[in-house]
């Protein structure tokens, strides 16, 4: 069974920094793409930044291009989301999930990490 | 970046009755196209990608179509556990994009 579990979140002051991880199993880690997705409280979805299975390639939305770096450990079987400089607007649930490709859909989903910016 | 619009934001469906959403894109995405359903407190799961293929276990009663700009999601007799919200995401261009979402509730 695939299961992607998100830790790391928590309350954070802005301008402040947090990393997430994000346990990989049930599936070849190394052989997928990653994703972070996040959720404002009670809005809609949004896309945040990508990893190529290898950790080679790496993609993020403008939004946090710059502040954010998503990276990968494939012998542990974790993704990561090293956060910086947040604000407010980076308020949300972060979810991880899993791709097929860098470009694609999301297959798995994580359950979430909350993070809280505020000071 | 890529606009997707969804409509309509809420649709009041009976239990049993068939449910229609849709989903515009700003520009042509070709078939790459997903839609997700996400109930309250839940992650979003997947239903349909490439525009028209059910992901692994999804029922029958949920079918996409469309291409380029205009899609559909339809679900032909709603179940009670049918109820959430559906988003749909296009991949074809980087960024990916979703749209705002459709709420679906009982009526």
């Known amino acids: 069974e695939v299961q992607l579990v998100e830790s790391g979140g928590g309350l954070v002051q802005p301008g402040g920094s947090l990393r997430l991880s994000c346990a990989a199993s049930?599936?070849?880690?190394?052989?997928?793409?990653m994703h972070w997705v996040r959720q404002a409280p009670g809005k809609g979805l949004e896309y945040v930044s990508a990893?190529?299975?290898?950790?080679?390639?790496?993609y993020y939305a403008n939004s946090v291009k710059g502040r954010f770096t998503i990276s990968r450990d494939n012998s542990k079987n974790t993704l990561y989301l090293q956060m910086g400089s947040l604000r407010a607007e980076d308020m949300a649930v972060y979810y991880c999930?899993?791709?097929?490709?860098?470009?694609?859909?999301?297959?798995?989903w994580g359950q979430g990490t909350l993070v809280t910016v505020s000071s | 970046e890529i606009v997707m619009t969804q409509s309509p934001a809420t649709l009041s469906v009976s239990p049993g009755e068939r449910a229609t959403l849709s989903c515009r894109a700003s520009?042509?995405?070709?078939?790459?196209l997903a839609w997700y359903q996400q109930k309250p407190g839940q992650a979003p799961r997947l239903l349909i990608y490439g525009a028209s293929t059910r992901a692994t276990g999804i029922p029958a009663r949920f079918s996409g179509s469309g291409s380029g700009t205009e899609f559909t999601l339809t679900i032909s007799s709603l179940q009670s556990e049918d109820f959430a919200v559906y988003y749909c995401q296009q991949y074809n261009n980087w960024p990916p994009t979703f749209g705002p979402g459709t709420k679906v509730d009982i009526k």
């Open positions: 520009q042509s995405v070709s078939s790459n």
């Open positions: 990893i190529s299975s290898n950790g080679g390639s790496t």
């Open positions: 049930g599936f070849t880690f190394s052989s997928y793409a």
């Open positions: 999930a899993r791709g097929p490709a860098v470009a694609g859909h999301f297959d798995y």
